[in-house]
C-alpha cells in the first residue's frame, strides 16, 4: 500500500467513523460537573459518574476534545495529503510523516 493509499484508507474511515458519531452524539462535547461527557443534544457520550478515583476521569477532556468536528478535520487533513506523491525511501517532511503516523494509528497499521 503506498503512502497515499494509507492516508485515502485512514481519511476515510475517520470520516465514516465522525459521521456516525455526529448522527448520534453530535458536537461539541463537554464535560460536565457529574463527570460525564455530554453532546450537544444532552446525550451522554461518556460516563464517569460512578466513580470518585481521578485516573477513571482523566480521559473524559480528551474525549469531549476529540468529538465528530475533531475527526471529520483530521479526515480533511489527511485527505489532502493523498495528491503528494511520498515515496518513504526519500527523506519526507516532518509534517508528512506525522499525516503517515496518524493514519496508520486509524489504520490500526502503526508499526
Known sequence: MTPADEL???AEKLRQDAA???RASPSP???TDENVVRC???MIVADRSGTGHPAERADLPYI???H???GAALAAWL???TGIEMYEAHALPEDA???LAVARAINGTAP
Open 79 to 81: 485527505e489532502s495529503w
Open 8 to 10: 485515502r484508507t485512514a
Open 20 to 22: 456516525a458519531a455526529h
Open 29 to 31: 462535547w463537554n464535560v
Open 40 to 42: 450537544a443534544d444532552g
Open 64 to 66: 469531549a476534545a476529540m
Open 97 to 99: 510523516r506525522h499525516a
Open 68 to 70: 465528530p468536528g475533531v
